[in-house]
């Protein structure tokens, strides 16, 4: 077993896990969904999840598949792995009954939801990767290279966003922005 097979049996566990967690959402969903108002957020927000989940097992793979790893990179891409499930973890509720109303579950917990995206994203994508001096001058010129740089900054623009509006509509148009981008930036990734 290589050294980033052995990382990515982890990493990709926990990432899965985030997975189980929408998709058993759904289903719990599915059962229980006599007198649940679903609204439009909260799907929507699944859909950005469970393509960027997507992305970061991809984006995972064409980083690290070829780098030698070490126990800090193993660290810090668990932590930012736990960040992402924890964003999934709280996407549904447990028990509908209690909170049949799925956009105030949205509205409570999206600025926690979006807080781990973020989260995860910059250590596994930023952080990570920038612990060696190649990998920071990588990073830089990603960030200054706009015609790269635009769809992450419009991600974590719309991540911001989102975090200080409560308004439904706003929500819903950032969060369809998101998957746009999301969706964007997977038709730009090379095939594996």
């Known amino acids: ?86 964003a999934a973890a709280i996407v549904l509720p447990r028990d509908l009954t209690k909170e049949p109303d799925l956009d105030a579950v949205y509205l409570r917990h ?24 190649a990998g920071f001058a990588q990073r830089l010129a990603f960030w200054t290279n706009l015609s790269q740089s635009w769809q992450p900054l419009t991600f974590f623009a719309c991540i911001g966003a989102i975090m200080l509006t409560r308004n439904k509509a706003a929500n819903l148009g950032l969060m369809v922005l998101m998957l746009s981008v999301n969706v964007a930036s997977f038709l730009r990734l090379p095939s594996i």
């Open 1 to 86: 077993m290589s050294g980033f097979e052995f990382f990515f049996s982890l990493y990709g566990l926990v990432l899965g896990l985030s997975v189980v967690e929408i998709i058993g959402g759904v289903a719990r969903l599915t059962h229980d969904a006599k007198g649940v108002r679903i609204g439009l957020l909260t799907p929507v927000l699944i859909a950005v999840l469970l393509t960027d989940l997507c992305g970061f097992w991809v984006t995972a793979y064409l980083l690290y598949n070829d780098r030698p790893l070490s126990y800090l990179i193993v660290v810090l891409s668990l932590f930012a792995a736990s960040f992402y499930y924890l």
């Open 110 to 133: 999206r600025r926690l939801i979006m807080a781990c995206i973020a989260i995860a994203g910059l250590v596994m994508f930023e952080v990570t990767p920038s612990l060696t001096p």
